[in-house]
C-alpha cells in the first residue's frame, strides 16, 4: 500500500511539474499579451493544484491521516485565478485598446475603467450596486 | 522530522522543484523584458503560484506540515498584491 501511495504521489509531481514548465514557458513562448494570459491562468494553477494532491497523498502515506490544508489553497487558488485574469486582461483593454475599438457593453452606459458609475439619484430603484 | 522521502517520491520531488524552479526564472525574464504594465503583473502573479509550489515542494522534502501555512499567507497575499496593481494601472488609484 504504501508503495502504491509513494507512485501515486510521484506522478502527479512528475504531471504538476510538467504543467508548471508549461505555463511559465508560454509566459515567455507567446506572441500576444492576450494569449499570454492563458499559460499561467490555467497551466500554472492545475500545476500548483497537482504538487498540492501529491502533498496531501504523501502525508498521508508518512502519517495516515488526510489533512485538508492542501484542498484549502487548492480551492483559493482556484477561485482566484479567473479574477486576476479577468482583472489583467481589463487593465490591458484599458492601456492598450483605444476606447472607440472597445466592444459595447450592451448597457446604456460605457466601460466603467473610463466612465464615471452613475450617481446615486440616478440609479433607478432596484438596480443593484455597481461593483467595486 | 521525518526521514527523507523514499527514492520513487524523491526523484519527481527534484524534478518538480527543477521544474518550477525554471518556471520562476522564465518569470524573471518576462519582468525584465515586457512589452507593457500587464505582462508584468501577469509575470509576478505566476511568480506567486510558483512559489506556493516550491513552498509545498520543500515541506514535502523536510516532512513537515509547517510550510502550508505560509503558503496559505502568501496565496492570499499574492492575489490582493495583483488585485492592488491591476487597479492602480485601470484607475491611477487603488482606493477611490
Known amino acids: 500500500m504504501t508503495l502504491f501511495l509513494d507512485i501515486v504521489a510521484g506522478a502527479a509531481l512528475i504531471v504538476a511539474s510538467i504543467f508548471g514548465l508549461v505555463g511559465s514557458y508560454g509566459l515567455v513562448r507567446l506572441p500576444d499579451a492576450m494569449q499570454r494570459l492563458h499559460a499561467p491562468t490555467k497551466a500554472t494553477t492545475l500545476g500548483v493544484g497537482g504538487v498540492l494532491i501529491a502533498s496531501m497523498v504523501y502525508y498521508y502515506r508518512q502519517e ?13 487558488l482556484i477561485l482566484t485565478a479567473p479574477v486576476t485574469a479577468n482583472f489583467i486582461a481589463k487593465a490591458h483593454m484599458h ?15 460605457g466601460w466603467a475603467s473610463f466612465d464615471d458609475p452613475p450617481a446615486i439619484s440616478e440609479r433607478t430603484p432596484g438596480e443593484p450596486r455597481d461593483p467595486i | 522530522m521525518n526521514p527523507t522521502p523514499s527514492l520513487i517520491v524523491a526523484i ?33 502573479d505566476t511568480m506567486v ?18 510550510y502550508f501555512e505560509a503558503s496559505i ?9 495583483t488585485v492592488a496593481y491591476c ?9 477611490e
Open chain 2, 73 to 81: 499567507l502568501i496565496a492570499m497575499v499574492g492575489f490582493v498584491s
Open chain 2, 49 to 66: 503560484i510558483n512559489v506556493i509550489a516550491l513552498i509545498v515542494l520543500y515541506g514535502m522534502w523536510l516532512g513537515s506540515q509547517v
Open chain 2, 87 to 95: 487597479r492602480f494601472a485601470l484607475r491611477g488609484d487603488i482606493i
Open chain 1, 64 to 76: 495516515g491521516t488526510l489533512s485538508f490544508h492542501e484542498l484549502m489553497i487548492t480551492a483559493f
Open chain 2, 12 to 44: 519527481p520531488l527534484i524534478c518538480a522543484t527543477a521544474a518550477f524552479s525554471l518556471g520562476l526564472l522564465f518569470c524573471l525574464y518576462r519582468i525584465a523584458h515586457a512589452p507593457g504594465v500587464s505582462d508584468r503583473i501577469l509575470a509576478l
Open chain 1, 95 to 109: 492601456r492598450n485598446i483605444p476606447p472607440e475599438d472597445l466592444p459595447p457593453t450592451g448597457t446604456d452606459r
